[in-house]
């Protein structure tokens, strides 16, 4: 089964500064995708950013961008020029390829900004 | 266009009590998936719907029952609640199979506590 990890339960950065927030996961699938989704106090999930894994183009989406390194099955959600509404909990996600396209979560990041 | 929708917002339950989470999206997906969400542990699935007229069972799906009464809609029935359930509760759906429609949409969350 696959698992997804998140080994920061928090993290803070100051306001306009750089924040990297770390996710690994075990799979023996080739093609798969990979979410983070943001979580604010609202409740509401909210799409950051998608990678398919087929792609070696890291995705990019404003000031957030993704490290992907498939073969150590690593990641990571770098936010730049972060803003005071970047506060939330950050899920890392995982999709297999066709399928029933469930996702498998990593129990979350929970991100503070600082002004 | 509302999205994804469910209702009621917040619930409280006796313990044996049974109560149905309604679920409804506007943007003609195939998929649908129930999810909960307990402190610490991120989401995990409880049952899906790859399309209509199928269910499938999730990581977590003792002590529910779903109904997938059309391509929009898709309900998760509690028969006899315990406080093991207590949880945030969501619903999303996606595009299905083909297309690139991966993405899941998530609805705003029920909170639910049974006592």
Excluded at chain 1, 2 to 10: C, N, R
Excluded at chain 1, 28 to 33: K, N, Q
Aim: with cysteine; glycine share 8%; proline share 4%.
């Amino acid at each position: 089964a696959q698992t997804v990890t998140q080994s920061q339960p928090e993290m803070s950065v100051q306001e306009a500064e750089t924040v990297t927030l770390s996710c690994t996961y075990d799979t023996s699938e080739s093609d798969y995708y990979l979410f983070w989704y943001k979580q604010p106090p609202s409740r509401q999930m909210i799409l950051v950013i998608r990678q398919e894994a087929y792609k070696q183009q890291n995705a990019t989406e404003n000031r957030f961008s993704v490290n992907f390194q498939k073969a150590a099955k690593s990641f990571s959600l770098k936010i730049s020029d972060s803003q005071l509404g970047d506060a939330a909990m950050y899920f890392c996600a995982y999709q297999r390829q066709g399928g029933s396209e469930k996702l498998v979560f990593g129990k979350g990041t929970k991100l503070t900004v600082n002004p | 266009n509302a999205g994804v929708t469910q209702t009621p917002k917040f619930q409280v339950l006796k313990t044996g009590q049974s109560m149905t989470l309604q679920c409804a999206q506007d943007m003609n997906h195939n998929s649908m998936y129930w999810y909960r969400q307990d402190p610490g542990m991120g989401l995990r699935l409880i049952y899906y719907s790859a399309s209509e007229g199928t269910t499938d069972k999730g990581e977590v799906p003792n002590g529910y029952n779903v109904s997938r009464l059309n391509k929009r809609e898709f309900s998760l029935r509690l028969e006899s609640a315990a406080p093991s359930q207590t949880s945030v509760y969501f619903c999303a759906s996606s595009g299905g199979k083909g297309g690139g429609r991966v993405e899941q949409f998530f609805g705003p969350g029920t909170r639910l506590t049974v006592l």
